[in-house]
């Protein structure tokens, strides 16, 4: 069987198990494991709109084309969720990216949960903004924006390399809550020791799910975990006939 057929088979098999999952997501709906990062994100944003402080999430440095797009877009999941808590606060979120594209993409996610929430008058298109081209320029300038904004909740969920340390720590010196994610397992490190709430592992790709934007971003959660179990099962069964001698 060539790659391709066997692709195609995989794919289908995704779409497959995503459009069952959706379909029954009412009926049974999805339990997942409590992650306490995301826990504590939605009591940290309650209390800033009580407060009426600013929430801030940075959507990395990496770009829209290539595999660093990847928790970028989980990102723009995570500021969806964020965007509909804060729409009518007096201070409402603002992302921040080191990638004109993404800022682009950032500004749209925005508009939609505005003008679903019915209030488009509200909507600033500087709420998503590009910092800087290069992610050293890029984190240079978040200092200055979490001291000017009022930031008390910095989230960083995308793209990030050794630069990501900086950019979690600038929010630890501010006295904001800080919750950190990113898909480069050396940078997960750095989060890990500077980020009051690292991420680990794929947990940044869970955020939609566990902060309920919709039914598609916990059905994708339960495909992850089917396909997980198949492959396993598939490895135990290959390895019994293995022994068995069936097959070699």
Do not use: C, W
């Amino acid at each position: 069987m060539s790659e391709e057929v066997i692709g195609l088979v995989i794919l289908l098999l995704f779409v497959g198990l995503l459009i069952f999952f959706v379909t029954i997501d009412r009926r049974r709906p999805a339990t997942f494991r409590p992650i306490r990062g995301y826990e504590a994100l939605k009591r940290a944003i309650e209390r800033a709109v009580e407060a009426g402080e600013r929430v801030h999430l940075s959507l990395g440095t990496g770009s829209v084309i290539g595999t660093d797009s990847a928790p970028a877009l989980a990102g723009l999941a995570i500021l969806t969720s964020i965007a509909e808590s804060t729409t009518m606060s007096d201070k409402p979120v603002i992302a921040t990216t080191g990638d004109g594209a993404m800022a682009i993409l950032a500004q749209d996610t925005l508009r939609r949960v505005y003008s679903e929430a019915r209030a488009l008058p509200r909507y600033s298109p500087i709420s998503g903004r590009m910092l800087g081209p290069t992610p050293f320029s890029y984190v240079a300038n978040l200092p200055i924006l979490l001291a000017s904004e009022d930031i008390s909740v910095h989230v960083l969920a995308g793209s990030f390399g050794a630069e990501g340390a900086l950019a979690a720590d600038f929010g630890e010196r501010q006295g904001s809550f800080v919750l950190a994610g990113t898909d480069d397992a050396q940078a997960q490190a750095l989060l890990y020791a500077t980020a009051e709430h690292p991420l680990i592992g794929e947990e940044i790709f869970a955020g939609g799910a566990y902060l309920n934007v919709g039914r598609v971003h916990r059905a994708g959660l339960r495909v992850q975990d089917a396909v997980r179990m198949l492959i396993i099962s598939g490895i135990v069964i290959g390895a019994v006939l293995s022994l068995l001698g069936v097959i070699h």
